[in-house]
């Protein structure tokens, strides 16, 4: 289980990132670079993904580790 999630996260997030960055540096070569509360907008969806993620990957390795103690 924690394998499949894992893989659903590089999955989603890499490109999200590698969008933000480019997103990022077009908005720079234009001229118009982000503010520092625009990066963070832009980046928070990435670092709640990541969050949720880490919990959900801990909760189940917590429940395999319960069930291979009681089995």
């Not at 234009?30 to 670092?47: C, K, T, V, Y």
């Amino acid at each position: 289980m924690p394998s499949i999630l894992l893989a659903v996260f590089a999955a989603l997030a890499v490109p999200y990132a590698a969008f933000v960055v480019v997103a990022h540096a077009v908005a720079a070569w234009r001229g118009h670079p982000w503010s520092g509360d625009e990066l963070r907008r832009r980046q928070a969806p990435l670092l709640a993904g990541t969050v949720i993620v880490a919990g959900l990957y801990a909760a189940a390795a917590a429940v395999q580790g319960l069930a291979h103690l009681l089995t």
